[in-house]
C-alpha cells in the first residue's frame, strides 16, 4: 500500500532569517545582497583542546538578507528527525570533553564512579549525591559549595541525618540558600530511607522517586546514574534546553508530548554508554556552561556536528525544507509520519536560541503584607523583639519571622495600621483596644520577589516597655535584639531588621 501523503494544513511559517546574533560592533553590518561569508569567531581553543573531537573546525556563518529564506516557507518533517541518530556519534566526544572540564569548577561531590565500591560504599556516595542535587535546584554551584561542606560536617551519614528531630537545626544550617522546603523535605526523606531501606538510598530509580521525599524524575535518575551506575536518563532544566537544540524541537519545553521527547531520547542516550552518571553530568556541565540560553558557545560544543539547531545555520539555505535529518518537502509523504509537535520559528535571532520556543512567562502574583515589629524594654543589650514561627508547610515552612499579617486590601495607611492592631489585639485584647497606650511608627517598605510572588511587605514598629499582660502563642517567642543573628529567618526578615537595627 502506497503511503498516504498529507492533506493537513500546513502551519505557515515565518522564517525571517537564519542570522546569528550580531556583537556591539556589528550593529553597523551591511544588508546588501552578496553570498554567505565566514565570520571568525572570538572564542579560541586552548591548547589543552588541541586534540579535541566532535566541533567544527569551520567558522560560524554569518548569512545576509539575500541568503534567508522567505518569510512563510514552510519546512515539513517527520517525527524521526527529532531522533537521537546524529547526536549518537558524538558520545565518545562529548565524554572526552567532560573528562577535561569537570574539575573546573571545583564541585566537591563529583567523583570518579568505582564499580568496586560495596553495597555501602554505593549508598554513602548516593547520599552525598542527594544532597548535591537537592541544594543545587534554583541554586548556583559557587553558592551551594560551602554549604555543602558545612552540611556533610554535621551530617556526615544519612543515619546522622535521620537521627534529628528538631527541624530547626537543619534549616540553620540551610540558612541562606533559599527554598527552605527543600530542606524539610530532604530530612523527611532520609528518615524514610533509614526507617524502610536500613540507611542505604534505594537504586531502583522507580523505588527511589516513589517513596523517599524530594527525589523527582531528574534527582532519581541523577542519583542512580551516578552513584549506582544505572543506565537512567536524568534530565533538568539546562538539558531541556540543550536537547532541544540537539534534537531542534520547536514547541513548549513544558508540553507533554516535548517532555517525552526529550526524556526518550535522553533514555536512548544513557542506554548507549557504560558511564552513565558521567553521560548526565556532561549534559549538565554543557548545558550549564556551553549550550546558555544566550550567545551559546557552537564553536566549543562537542556535540556540535549532531545538533539539529546547529545544523539549520550551516545548512545550504538554497536547499528549500531541508530539516536536520536531512528530509525535505518530498520526503514527508505519510501523513502517521508528520510532526505535529512544532511550532513556526520565529523570524529573528540566531537559529541556535530559537531553541527551545520562547512562551510567555507566567506573571508573579503580587501581594502585600504588614510586618509588625514589637520590642520589648528600653533600648540596650536587653531589649527583646517578637518572633513568630511560620507553619511547617508552605511558604518559607518552618522559618522565624516578625509577626506578619497578610493583606487582602489595598495597602492604605489605615489598612497598615489596623494590621498592627490586629497583633497586639493578639497579645493582650485590652491592649489593643486602648490605642493610646501605644504608638505605632511606620517605617516604610521594601519588595521582596519569590519565585511565584512579588511581596510587598510594610513595616511598622511598635515599641513597649514593659510586658504588661501580654500572652504569646505557642509559636510565638520573645527573643533578645542580640540573639536575632543566630534565628533561622528568611531574607525578607533579615530584610526589616535592616531597617529597624538602627532605629532607637
Request: aromatic share 8%; with cysteine.
Amino acid at each position: 500500500m502506497s503511503a498516504r501523503k498529507s492533506t493537513r494544513s500546513r502551519k505557515e511559517v515565518d522564517y525571517g532569517g537564519f542570522d546569528v546574533e550580531l556583537d556591539a560592533n556589528d550593529n553597523n553590518a551591511s544588508s546588501s545582497s552578496r553570498p554567505a561569508k565566514r565570520r571568525k569567531t572570538t572564542t579560541a581553543k586552548t591548547a589543552a583542546d588541541a586534540d579535541y573531537e566532535g566541533a567544527s573546525d569551520t567558522d560560524d556563518l554569518v548569512l545576509d538578507d539575500a541568503d534567508l529564506l522567505p518569510r512563510g516557507t514552510v519546512m515539513p518533517h517527520s517525527r524521526s528527525s527529532h531522533r537521537t541518530d546524529n547526536v549518537v556519534p558524538c558520545i565518545g566526544a562529548l565524554l572526552k570533553w567532560f573528562g577535561r572540564v569537570k574539575n573546573t569548577r571545583g564541585m566537591p561531590w563529583r567523583h570518579e564512579y568505582d564499580a568496586t565500591l560495596d553495597d555501602e560504599a554505593k549508598a554513602q556516595r548516593a547520599y552525598e549525591v542527594l544532597v548535591s542535587e537537592i541544594m543545587l535546584q534554583q541554586t548556583q554551584v559557587a553558592t551551594v559549595i560551602p554549604y555543602y561542606y558545612a552540611w556533610l560536617k554535621r551530617f556526615p551519614t544519612i543515619h546522622d541525618l535521620a537521627a534529628v528531630d528538631d527541624i530547626e537545626e537543619v534549616n540553620a544550617l540551610w540558612k541562606g540558600l533559599g527554598y527552605y522546603r527543600r530542606a524539610s523535605l530532604l530530612l523527611k526523606g532520609a528518615k524514610k530511607v533509614v526507617d524502610d531501606f536500613d540507611g542505604r538510598i534505594p537504586s531502583d530509580i522507580k523505588v527511589l522517586e516513589r517513596d523517599v521525599s524530594a527525589v523527582g524524575r531528574y534527582t532519581a535518575g541523577a542519583v542512580c546514574s551516578i552513584a549506582y551506575g544505572v543506565k537512567a536518563p536524568a534530565v533538568d532544566g539546562n538539558v531541556f534546553r540543550l536537547f532541544s537544540r540537539l534534537l531542534a524541537l520547536h514547541a513548549p519545553l513544558k508540553s507533554k508530548p516535548v517532555q517525552d521527547i526529550i526524556w526518550d531520547a535522553a533514555s536512548t542516550l544513557v542506554s548507549k554508554t557504560d558511564r552513565p552518571g558521567d553521560l548526565n553530568q556532561a549534559f549538565i556541565e554543557l548545558g550549564s556552561t556551553i549550550c546558555k540560553p544566550t550567545s551559546p558557545l557552537c564553536g566549543e560544543c562537542p556535540l556540535q556536528k549532531g545538533c539539529g539547531a546547529y545544523s539549520l545555520l550551516t545548512k545550504l539555505i538554497t536547499d528549500l525544507g531541508v530539516f536536520p535529518s536531512g528530509q525535505s518537502e518530498e520526503a514527508v509523504q505519510d501523513i502517521e509520519d508528520a510532526c505535529s509537535v512544532c511550532e513556526p520559528f520565529p523570524s529573528t535571532g540566531n537559529t541556535v536560541t530559537r531553541f527551545p520556543m520562547k512562551v510567555a512567562k507566567k506573571k508573579a502574583r503580587l501581594e502585600a503584607s504588614v510586618v509588625t515589629v514589637i520590642r520589648l524594654g528600653p533600648p540596650g543589650a536587653g531589649r527583646m523583639v517578637l518572633m513568630s514561627q511560620r507553619p511547617a508547610k508552605g511558604l518559607l515552612a518552618g522559618l522565624w519571622e516578625f509577626p506578619t499579617v497578610d493583606l487582602k486590601e489595598e495597602a492604605t495607611m489605615t489598612a497598615q495600621l489596623d494590621a498592627t492592631r490586629s497583633v497586639i489585639t493578639g497579645l493582650d485584647p485590652g491592649l489593643g483596644d486602648d490605642e493610646e497606650s501605644y504608638t505605632p511608627v511606620v517605617l516604610g517598605n521594601f519588595l521582596h520577589l519569590f519565585s511565584h510572588i512579588r511581596k510587598t511587605y510594610y513595616v511598622v514598629c511598635v515599641d513597649f516597655l514593659s510586658a504588661k499582660n501580654m500572652k504569646v502563642g505557642k509559636n510565638s517567642k520573645w527573643v533578645k535584639e542580640t540573639d536575632f543573628g543566630s534565628m533561622n529567618v528568611g531574607k525578607g526578615s533579615e530584610k526589616v531588621w535592616e531597617m529597624i537595627s538602627h532605629r532607637k
